[in-house]
T-cell receptor, first 114, second 112 residues
Framework: DAGVIQSPRHEVTEMGQEVTLRCKPISGHDYLFWYRQTMMRGLELLIYFNNNVPIDDSGMPEDRFSAKMPNASFSTLKIQPSEPRDSAVYFC????????????FGSGTRLTVV | AQSVTQLDSHVSVSEGTPVLLRCNYSSSYSPSLFWYVQHPNKGLQLLLKYTSAATLVKGINGFEAEFKKSETSFHLTKPSAHMSDAAEYFCVVSDRNNDMRFGAGTRLTVKP
């Protein structure tokens, strides 16, 4: 298995533009998580899905952020409109049967909003 | 609710000397505990996990951790540091399947 695949690896965009981050989880994993990592706040859980259904989105910072999982092999995190304070590394992770066995993380997308 | 505290934000050791990264946790239930490593510009990689089996857990790259319930600790150790061990290390606690809490991280520096 190729692991959790995220794209793009790097994204630079101007303030106000729409940004879409993509994630392909490990085949057979039934949980998918989106995290954001910054120096100031560390790793923050934004949202997670179970069997493609959003379960907890309480970590999503505001309405500018949205996430979808149309099928078991694909998820997106969208920011519209983007702001400089959204600059961070965004990680996707997947797991089988929740967190009890640990997560497998993707390599992340480094987002810079200028 | 569970939480985890990594007691050192930065640890510096010389190559070939032991490594100790400290982690204390708080949990209302029997927790699962993990250590992850993050090398620069990389994702997080699972080093080892404790899920209520043996209290001494062996992981990859020679790391191990011991679960001590009486001390609510899960410290990460390695007998001899290697230059390639330089990275950020995260202690993680989970007491329900879907709620993993990450520590703030410990940056390990290995001097030649």
């Amino acid at each position: 298995d190729a692991g959790v695949i995220q794209s793009p690896r790097h994204e630079v965009t101007e303030m106000g533009q729409e940004v879409t981050l993509r994630c392909k989880p490990i085949s057979g994993h039934d949980y998918l998580f989106w995290y954001r990592q910054t120096m100031m706040r560390g790793l923050e859980l934004l949202i997670y899905f179970n069997n493609n259904v959003p379960i907890d989105d309480s970590g999503m910072p505001e309405d500018r952020f949205s996430a979808k999982m149309p099928n078991a092999s694909f998820s997106t995190l969208k920011i519209q409109p983007s702001e400089p304070r959204d600059s961070a590394v965004y990680f996707c992770a997947s797991s089988f049967m929740g967190g009890g066995y640990g997560y497998t993380f993707g390599s992340g997308t480094r987002l810079t909003v200028v | 609710a569970q939480s985890v505290t990594q007691l050192d934000s930065h640890v510096s050791v010389s190559e070939g000397t032991p490594v100790l990264l400290r982690c204390n946790y708080s949990s209302s239930y029997s927790p699962s505990l993990f250590w992850y490593v993050q090398h620069p510009n990389k994702g997080l990689q699972l080093l080892l996990k404790y899920t209520s089996a043996a209290t001494l857990v062996k992981g990859i790259n020679g790391f191990e951790a011991e679960f001590k319930k009486s001390e609510t600790s899960f410290h990460l150790t390695k007998p001899s540091a290697h230059m390639s061990d330089a990275a950020e290390y995260f202690c993680v606690v989970s007491d329900r399947n879907n709620d993993m809490r990450f520590g703030a991280g410990t940056r390990l520096t290995v001097k030649p």
